[in-house]
């Protein structure tokens, strides 16, 4: 039974967000124009009948809205979505951005394997006897996408450039397109911070979230295949992991600055921005401990502000993905990773801040937003290409899960 998450104060948002998924819920089990169908429904992220944004399945969203849908009676759709991204992978070899065609020429951040221990965790317990099955069903599609998508080296999905690491890639060969399928569309990594640059150059750098990424993913396939008693592909995972782990610190650590930061493979040498990024190696399980400590008495101090995380230090005009903007993802990624490294005060302050901004634009727009300005919480965020978009899906997934983690916590 989840616990009294009223004790938190964030009771009307809660009871709007449960009210509001079935808003939205899509079904269609059919190819319809652009659209590819999939078996079972769906959560889009926004509606919007005067701006129809983003109604789609995408990827990396139905994780982070997965997370609210734990313990309610919408816990079903966990389960939808990640049969739906099952089928993709087997109609196509990966996840494409979104269930569009024009999407299937790049992926998005690839959470397939935390959405399946996700979905699993449910099943065992509730102790269902079809738990293990559903599990060795899944990490095979998991294993087969990670192979052809995120290890790939020739076209079309020619990721794994240097030293075992991967980029974020498109079919066109597009930076622009490569900055969408990172999902930080756009933002001033990898020398987006230009002036007139607005793609930057994402296929030339190895980023430190989707390594981190892949790192996690290696790590669940080898824990899923050790559950299944196939010892030894556990144990290759297991290696591949421990390899990336290494390079990556080697790569992507700046002992002088004390962060992680992506890394540009065709200059050899790492990219000067700071971002959030620079958090998902904690997330991961891959830093060290003293890394970690390094990365929280320096750098969180200047990225955890008013309103929560914010995703880089500097403004650039046009680039959501940058200050003053906080994002649930990486809000939620970030106290994960504190968590995991024995700072839990830390985590909770992150926590409870980016609820505490959720909860004051809830009251003033009486809707949850994409994003939200975490610098001045009383202010609008920058705009971005997209704009303002109301929902929202992954908003909503991020504050129920961070609300009752609070709750508990309380």
Request: with cysteine; hydrophobic share 40%; glycine share 10%.
């Amino acid at each position: 039974m989840p616990p009294p998450i009223a004790r938190t104060g964030y009771q009307p948002v809660l009871e709007y967000i449960e009210g509001f998924w079935d808003r939205l819920v899509r079904f269609h089990p059919h190819d319809s124009g652009t659209l590819i169908g999939l078996p079972r429904p769906y959560l889009v992220p926004a509606t919007d009948p005067v701006r129809p944004l983003f109604q789609e399945m995408y990827y990396w969203d139905s994780f982070f809205t997965s997370l609210g849908l734990v313990g309610t009676s919408h816990e079903w759709l966990v389960f939808d979505m990640a049969e739906n991204m099952a089928a993709l992978i087997e109609r196509f070899g990966f996840v494409p951005n979104g269930n569009r065609y024009y999407f299937t020429s790049r992926s998005q951040p690839p959470f397939f394997t935390m959405l399946v221990r996700l979905a699993h965790g449910i099943k065992a317990a509730r102790g269902d006897a079809d738990a293990d099955e559903y599990l060795r069903r899944m990490i095979r599609l998991a294993v087969r996408e990670h192979e052809i998508c995120w290890l790939g080296e020739k076209h079309p999905h020619e990721r794994r450039k240097y030293r075992g690491l991967s980029r974020y890639h498109d079919i066109n060969y597009s930076h622009f397109l490569a900055s969408c399928e990172s999902g930080w569309d756009h933002s001033t990594r990898c020398d987006g911070d230009r002036p007139g640059s607005e793609a930057g150059r994402w296929m030339d750098f190895l980023p430190v979230c989707l390594n981190s990424i892949l790192y996690a993913r290696e790590v669940d396939q080898a824990w899923a295949l050790g559950q299944l008693g196939a010892a030894g592909e556990a144990q290759y995972w297991r290696g591949a992991a421990e390899a990336r782990g290494e390079t990556m610190r080697e790569l992507m650590w700046d002992a002088k600055k004390g962060f992680f930061f992506d890394f540009d493979w065709k200059r050899e040498d790492r990219c000067p921005c700071l971002s959030a990024a620079g958090f998902f190696p904690l997330w991961a399980g891959l830093a060290t401990q003293e890394q970690a400590n390094e990365v929280v008495a320096r750098w969180l101090p200047q990225f955890l502000l008013p309103g929560g995380l914010v995703t880089s230090l500097e403004p650039f005009p046009g680039r959501q993905w940058a200050y003053p903007n906080g994002w649930a993802p990486l809000n939620w990624i970030a106290a994960a990773g504190l968590d995991r490294y024995g700072f839990a005060a830390e985590a909770a302050e992150v926590r409870r801040r980016w609820c505490n901004t959720c909860a004051h634009g809830f009251t003033t727009l009486g809707t949850m937003l994409e994003k939200y300005n975490v610098a001045d919480p009383h202010r609008a965020p920058e705009a971005g290409h997209y704009g303002l978009v109301e929902g929202f899906g992954w908003t909503n997934g991020v504050f129920v899960d961070f609300a009752r983690t609070l709750a508990r916590g309380a």
